[in-house]
């Protein structure tokens, strides 16, 4: 039979790795977006072919932002 003190840290090792895994998506989430825009604006200075491709990155960005993105 396991005492309270090794079920509570057991729960500990768990929520602290949940955490973790929590930070690192959140930043990835983030991190992407951060990345379309950047692209999308970059290029937004070329021809006709980037300009449009510039478009359609600035509306992934806007449906990951709404959370579209990911249904």
């Known amino acids: 039979m396991m005492t309270w003190a090794a079920v509570w840290g057991v729960l500990k090792v768990i929520l602290i790795i949940a955490g ?7 930043i990835s989430y983030f991190a992407v977006q951060g990345h ?19 478009s359609d990155l600035r ?13």
């Open 36 to 54: 379309l825009d950047r692209k999308a604006q970059e290029l937004a200075r070329g021809d006709e072919y980037d300009r449009q491709m510039a």
């Open 20 to 26: 973790i895994v929590a930070v690192i998506a959140w």
């Open 59 to 71: 509306e992934i960005s806007r449906q990951i932002d709404r959370g579209n993105m990911y249904r």
